[in-house]
Every structure is written in C-alpha cells, then in structure tokens.
C-alpha cells in the first residue's frame, strides 16, 4: 500500500525549489502527498529552519506521526537532513533505514481566578512580567517551597530545547531524549533581601512544578511558549510537568545529536 506523507514548508524560494524536487521524488516512488494534514499518514515532512519545525509542531497538535525536517534554513538543530541530501533521505525512508528517537515535550497549566490556560513546548516555556520589573513567584518542587524567586524571569526546558534559549542563558544542555527537564533562571536577584538561585536545575520525569503568585499585582505574567508570545493575568498558579505526548523524530545518523553540537555551537 502506498505510504502517505505530510509536508510542511515555509515561503522561502529555496523551501520552493527543495520542496519541488521532493514531491516528485515521492511521487515517484508511489509516495501520497497530502496537500492538508492527513493525520492517517505515515510521515510528516517539514522543509525550513527550526521555526518551520516548531511551527509544524504546534499546528499539528503536537501530532504522533514521525516528523524529517529538512533544512532550508540557518541554523536547522531540528531540520537534520541538509537540502543537498534529500534524495539520499527519500531512498533511507524507502529502505526504512533510519532510526526514531521520542522527543519530550512540556506540559502548562495556567489556572487564574477564572480560567484555565493549557500549554504545550516542544523548546521550552518562559515566563516573565509583562513589563519590565522583576517578576515574584514561589516555587515548589513536589510540594516543597524551593524558593522564593525574584528575577527577570524563568525557562523551562526540555532536552531537545536545551540548545535553543536555555543555552543562551546559561543553562547545561541535556542529551535530546533524556526523561528530565531544565529550570534556568533568567538573571536572578541574589541579595540579603531575595535568595533566588542562580543555577539551573535538572528535574527528573513525574517532578511537578508549581508556581504561586502571592500578590494581584505580581500576578500578570508573560509566557514565551516556543518563542510564542502570550500574555495572561489574575495568574493563581502555574503547574509545569513533562507531558505523556512525545513527538517522534526520524533521524538517519545515530549521532545525529552530538554531531548538531559540534557542528552548530562549537565549530
Ligand atoms: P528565532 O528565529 O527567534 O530562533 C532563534 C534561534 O534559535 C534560531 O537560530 C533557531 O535556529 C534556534 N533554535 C530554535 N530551536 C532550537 C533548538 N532546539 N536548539 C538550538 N537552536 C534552536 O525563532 P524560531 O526559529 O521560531 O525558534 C524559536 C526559539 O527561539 C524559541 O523556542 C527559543 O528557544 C529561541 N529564542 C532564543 C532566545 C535567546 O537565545 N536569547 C530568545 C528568544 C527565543
């Protein structure tokens, strides 16, 4: 029976042109090519950088079919397979020679006086103020007060998105399938006054985070949901935990991940 595969691309002239040649190599080998999201399908294909990959992400509903990115973009950490090399791709999914690794993804529950806000991030989620204070929370590790934290605001990772922001601000990056997530602080006020921790913190799967605003006015907080902005206020408590929904990602070189490192932040 005739596999059936997704894509998704964004608007780029070169996204254009991979995406021609991928269609008809598809095609070609008897490939269905859904021009909407078929959520009976065998792949999904995503043709950009690592916006293009989130966004696919997201807009599918955090979908269970495996996702190849193929990268048309800059940095490209998620969009593995190099444009030059679609068609080597094309014959390693005909040979299924390839091998599928579960990303983890984050789950956010917001609960304000009268509402309820749900999130999911493949990357992270970050919380700030809407302006420019310091923002005040507590935060409790399974029901334990940790701390009191005062700062410009708090990342929560995965490991997959462990490169992305949480790298940027100092945070350690974690293997991309590792059953934990990251908290990292965002420039921390450590004084005699506030004791925030100025270190990130790795927390293992089954861990809940709760955070608690104690003051109305401390309570209208900023979320970047994989560089995502929302903004949500009269905020009673945060919940953030691993979710149980995993996206699946094909790769086709086992050190996919040490060789994104090296090539990507390090060379
Ligand atoms: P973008 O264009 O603003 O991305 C910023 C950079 O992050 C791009 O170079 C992108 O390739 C890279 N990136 C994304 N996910 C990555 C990952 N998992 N590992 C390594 N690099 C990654 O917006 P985008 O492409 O839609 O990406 C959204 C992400 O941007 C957010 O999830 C957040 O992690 C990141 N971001 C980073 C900073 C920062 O480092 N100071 C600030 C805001 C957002």
């Avoid at 079919?65 to 094309?90: E, M």
């Avoid at 923002?135 to 998105?161: E, Y």
């Amino acid at each position: 029976m005739s596999q059936k595969v997704n894509i998704f691309s964004n608007r780029y002239n070169l996204t254009e042109d991979i995406k021609k040649i991928v269609i008809n190599e598809l095609k070609k080998h008897d490939f269905v090519i859904n021009e909407e999201y078929d959520e009976t399908a065998d792949f999904n294909i995503v043709i950009g950088g690592d916006g293009t990959f989130i966004k696919a992400i997201h807009d599918s509903n955090f979908s269970e079919i495996p996702f190849i990115g193929i990268n048309t973009g800059h940095l490209g950490f998620y969009n593995d397979v190099k444009h030059t090399d679609v068609l080597d791709a094309i014959e390693k999914i005909r040979n299924k020679d390839f091998i599928e690794i579960d990303l983890r993804v984050i789950d956010c529950i917001v609960n304000t006086d009268n509402d309820k806000h749900i999130f999911k991030s493949i990357n992270e989620l970050v919380l700030k103020t809407k302006y420019t204070e310091a923002i005040h929370f507590d935060l409790f590790v399974d029901d334990v007060l940790l701390q009191k934290f005062a700062g410009d605001g708090i990342i929560f990772s995965t490991p997959s998105g462990s490169t992305a922001y949480n790298l940027s601000a100092g945070g350690a990056i974690l293997f991309q399938n590792i059953d934990a997530f990251q908290i990292t602080p965002l420039a921390p006020i450590r004084s005699t006054l506030h004791r925030s921790l100025d270190k990130s913190l790795i927390v293992p799967k089954d861990t809940i985070i709760k955070l608690i605003t104690s003051k109305p006015e401390e309570s209208y907080f900023a979320f970047g949901v994989d560089g995502l902005h929302k903004e949500i206020e009269h905020i009673n408590n945060i919940e953030i935990k691993l979710s149980d929904k995993r996206i699946k990602k094909i790769i086709f070189d086992k050190n996919w991940f040490w060789k994104n490192i090296t090539e990507k932040f390090i060379m």
